[in-house]
């Protein structure tokens, strides 16, 4: 469990963490596991949160022998993530590619409507977005690292690996999880 939306707060704070580690397509888990290892097509993470506390999820769909080994590699960036923290490079990279993006959030009648939505669902201020950047502009490599040791906690995380068992389930118990195998119905098996 993360944090209920928050457009002004943590919530918001903890999405420009995560942009340059696994919430932009070139960030470090994407870049890692899809180009230089080659393992998936892509992955993503991000925070999703309503009125009501949300999760924080990193997903992807993995060659089927690398299952065990891609969570070595997710584990050990998430590790290198929050103990080392994020570079002045990945920070400025951040800052500018969602300033550039923010454009083009609100070009379709859809996103439009969206926006409208947003400040209605959350009793939102009608400058949020200019609030917005002026949290992204002002926010600090220092906080960026503080809120990755708070919201990152790779040592309290749950792992659902969705595939052959056969082949898979052995490799990931010998990772050293708890592994709780789960039937077709969601019931635990044994």
Do not use: C, H
Request: proline share 3%; no cysteine.
């Amino acid at each position: 469990i993360a944090l209920p939306y928050q457009a002004l707060g943590e919530y918001y704070k903890n999405t420009i963490m995560n942009f340059s580690f696994a919430g932009a397509f070139n960030s470090r888990t994407n870049y890692l596991l899809r180009e230089i290892k080659g393992w998936t097509y892509g992955t993503r993470g991000g925070f999703t949160g309503s009125k009501y506390p949300g999760a924080y999820t990193l997903s992807g769909g993995f060659k089927a022998n690398t299952t065990d080994s891609t969570l070595v590699e997710i584990f050990n960036e998430l590790k290198k993530y929050t103990d080392g923290g994020i570079t002045e490079s990945e920070l400025s990279f951040t800052k500018n590619a969602m300033l550039q993006s923010d454009a083009l959030k609100y070009e379709s009648p859809q996103q439009k409507l969206g926006f409208i939505k947003r400040v209605l669902d959350y009793g939102l201020p009608k400058d949020y977005v200019s609030k917005q950047t002026e949290i992204l502009n002002n926010i600090t490599q220092a906080e960026i690292n503080q809120l990755a040791k708070k919201y990152l906690p790779y040592n309290n995380m749950v792992v659902v690996v969705v595939g052959d068992k056969a082949t898979n389930l052995e490799k990931v118990k010998k990772l050293g999880f708890e592994v709780i195998e789960i039937d077709s119905n969601g019931k635990p098996v044994n």
